[in-house]
């Protein structure tokens, strides 16, 4: 089956890195998305990784290996306003993607 | 630049009754999705268009019709609202994911089902 292993929820504080880490299976694999999103809101993209290595872009950084099923999403210098859920979607080899609940992170001051 | 609308952004049903959600985009997306969002759960796809005139099932496609007449629009009905249907509707659009690895959503259809 298809399946994404990521925590419930976090906690880090404002200022401050947190690393949110996910692992995956998939039958077969297209590349794998990182999705914000705040309570109440819809998701909105962050990231896009089909090889493996880091991608940088701003505060937020994700990483994939593909050969592990793993990915994780960094973000830096910790603002009150990234307090929401953060999806790890991988698309599998008919390009669906797959949505799991998320991790909710919690920013605290 | 309005990007994803969707109308209307709150409904309340009766069991039984039917009503219809509209999703319009601007970017001239070939790809339209409709997803469902119940509390702490992740997006569950119901229905999918690659294109004009075509429509395709997700994984929860029962109790629910789609249609794509206009580029732009697509549409999801429910014929005979149930109280499972309770639930956010998120509306998307993209190009190719496996070129811009990007979905546009609307933000979301709050529908209760008495």
């Known amino acids: 089956g298809q399946n994404i292993d990521q925590p419930t929820e976090m906690t880090a504080t404002e200022g401050a890195i947190v690393q949110i880490n996910c692992t995956y299976q998939?039958?077969?694999?297209?590349?794998l998305f990182w999705y914000q999103q705040h309570a109440g809101e819809a998701p909105t993209f962050l990231s896009y990784?089909?090889l493996d290595g880091l991608e940088e872009k701003g505060r937020f950084s994700s990483f994939l290996s593909r050969s592990k099923g793993y990915s994780y999403l960094l973000l830096k210098e910790l603002q009150m306003k990234d307090s929401a859920s953060y999806l790890c979607?991988?698309?599998?080899?008919?390009?669906?993607?797959?949505w799991g609940a998320g991790t909710k992170l919690i920013i605290k001051p | 630049n309005a990007g994803v609308t969707q109308t209307p952004k709150f409904r309340v049903l009766k069991t039984g009754q039917s009503m219809t959600l509209l999703c319009a985009q601007d970017?001239?997306?070939?790809?339209m999705y409709w997803y469902r969002q119940d509390p702490g759960m992740g997006l569950r796809l119901i229905h999918y268009?690659?294109?004009?005139?075509?429509?395709a099932k997700g994984e929860v496609p029962d109790g629910y019709n789609v249609s794509r007449l206009k580029k732009q629009n697509f549409l999801l009905g429910l014929e005979s609202a149930a109280p499972s249907q309770t639930s956010v509707y998120f509306c998307?659009?993209?190009?190719?994911?496996?070129?811009?690895?990007?979905?546009?959503f609307g933000e979301g259809s709050r529908l209760t089902v008495l």
């Open positions: 998307a659009s993209s190009y190719l994911l496996q070129v811009t690895g990007e979905l546009f």
């Open positions: 970017m001239n997306h070939e790809y």
């Open positions: 268009s690659v294109g004009e005139g075509t429509t």
């Open positions: 998939t039958s077969g694999f297209n590349g």
């Open positions: 990784n089909v």
């Open positions: 979607v991988p698309m599998d080899s008919n390009y669906q993607l797959i």
